[in-house]
């Protein structure tokens, strides 16, 4: 069993609105990661993923700020 992620994902979508995403949150104190399983498949050599598929996380502790602001600038 895996240990559980102190990260949440709160957004996936276009590379270009999740970069948006980060920038916003990033002014506002709130780092995030992303994950891209295209990239991923496509750097250890097989295909796989959607693309356009960029999923965004931010620590659960910063759900209740970063929720908000997705909501908000997505809108």
Known sequence: M??????ERVYTGSLINVQFLQTLLQDRGINSITRDDMK???I???GGGV???IQLFVKKND????I??????LS
């Open 51 to 53: 693309p356009d598929h």
């Open 2 to 7: 895996f240990p559980e992620s102190e990260y």
């Open 44 to 46: 250890a050599g097989f």
């Open 63 to 66: 759900m209740e700020d970063a």
């Open 68 to 73: 908000p602001i997705i909501e908000k600038s």
């Open 40 to 42: 991923s498949g496509m």
